[in-house]
């Protein structure tokens, strides 16, 4: 019987990347839209990768490539845990994949079966829940708030766990909220991870993106090292999401299970991308700084001009590109017949009527909060926060 499959139909689509759509649906028709729903760098890739990557093409790296990736750079990403994270990865437990997210679904396809339970704190990223439902994994959220910095407490932790408890993710810095657990926080986690036999999943491509000093890895805990699986890649630290480039540190059973998913439905990633990310992790780490420096400035510029709007619920974020207000304060108003009845009508009026693309908090485990971008320019930023308080100040 012609059809679609259940596993695809029962797939949602990614609200990041179904907002992006909508509002280049809209810019295609000439409206002015400000776009603050993507979660992608607005800088150029350093010249330094491109002329690594123009490099490699003149080189003829243009054939397959091993399937973990060539060996210069699982020792360019060796090299790279050891100076920045102090972890000592060998060789042979670090896979190179076309991107993070494929990396993390080659970590749950490797790790998950059905009825296991994985627990998200919320917010999560967008992809992490539809990603264990396609394992036939049980999801387990852990709810938390813009009171605590969406960070969840050792209590939930332990509550949350079980028997049945395959393997825990999280982002650390978060997308979405923008959260980075400090070392004692972490600390205390491990506590509880200790009494516990799952997989810890840290998912770090924001680390270079933390405005107060050096991100923590978790694999940096001895007691539980041998249970946790390093997520990393090139997209937002580096500014090449298009590269798609990403890559796990795991231990040697679960990274040998990833290349061998891996070998049988992609291959090796991209040979110049893989090429130019040698370069990357070894040579431009001032270029990573001035990004770093000017998300600073960004995030500064538009929590002050967002906390001109009295009812939105504000903290301040510490890592990646992200604002994740609480907006539930519209929830039940109107304008001209039309009432806000939740975050994702609160998100097409904004875009409706002041042009600008958000994301509703719903789709990251969150339905009181909406999701800003802040990798844009300072003169959209501006632009944005005045559009979003003249829309939200219709509300009655």
């Known amino acids: 019987m012609l059809g679609i499959s259940d596993r695809a139909n029962n797939l949602g689509e990614s609200v990041t990347i179904k907002m992006a759509r909508i509002a280049g649906e809209l810019k295609e028709q000439g409206k002015d839209i400000i776009s603050l729903s993507l979660g992608e760098p607005d800088f150029n890739v350093p010249e330094i990768v491109k002329n690594a990557a123009k490099k490699a093409i003149d080189d003829n790296h243009s054939h397959y490539t091993p399937v973990p990736g060539y060996k210069d750079l699982l020792k360019a990403i060796q090299a790279k845990f050891k100076r920045d994270n102090d972890l000592n990865y060998d060789l042979d437990q670090i896979v190179v994949s076309t991107g993070a997210k494929h990396s993390l679904m080659n970590v749950l396809l490797s790790t998950v079966n059905p009825g296991d339970e994985v627990i998200l704190p919320a917010p999560y990223w967008v992809s992490y829940i539809e990603m264990a439902k396609f394992c ?137 991308a893989q090429m130019a990310s040698i370069t990357a992790l070894n040579d431009a780490a001032d270029d990573v700084e001035s990004m770093r420096k000017v998300f600073l400035k960004r995030r500064d510029l538009f929590l002050e001009k967002l906390s001109e709007i009295k009812e939105l619920k504000l903290n301040k974020p510490t890592g990646a590109f992200y604002l994740f207000p609480d907006v539930s304060n519209y929830f039940g108003k109107s304008y001209e017949g039309r009432t806000i009845n939740g975050v994702g ?19 990251f485990g969150c339905p009181n909060n909406v999701r800003l971008s802040y990798a844009n320019s300072e003169e959209q930023l501006i632009e944005a926060a005045k559009r979003i308080k003249e829309s939200l100040a219709k509300l009655k």
């Not at 909220?177 to 770090?204: M, N, P, Q, R, W």
């Not at 009026?349 to 908090?361: H, K, N, Q, R, W």
Request: glycine fraction near 8%; include cysteine.
């Open 345 to 363: 009508d609160l998100c097409e009026f904004i875009l409706e009527d002041s042009l600008v693309a958000t994301t509703p908090g719903d789709a």
């Open 136 to 272: 036939e994994g049980t999801p387990v959220v852990i709810n938390t708030s813009i009171e605590t910095d969406f960070k969840i407490t050792p209590d939930q932790l332990e509550k949350a766990l079980s028997s049945k408890t395959k393997l825990f993710l999280f982002s650390n810095p978060c997308n979405p909220s923008g959260s980075v657990y400090t070392h004692d926080e972490l600390a205390e986690l491990v506590k509880v991870f200790e009494k516990s036999e799952c997989y810890i999943v840290s998912d770090e491509i924001y680390e270079y993106i933390n405005f107060e000093g050096k991100t923590p890895s978790l694999a940096n805990f001895a007691s539980i090292r041998d249970r946790v699986i390093t997520v990393n890649g090139m997209s937002k630290g580096y500014s090449m999401t298009g590269w798609r480039i990403g890559y796990i540190g795991a231990p040697k059973a679960v990274a040998k299970a990833c290349a061998k998913i891996q070998g049988q439905f992609t291959s090796g990633a991209n040979a110049v």
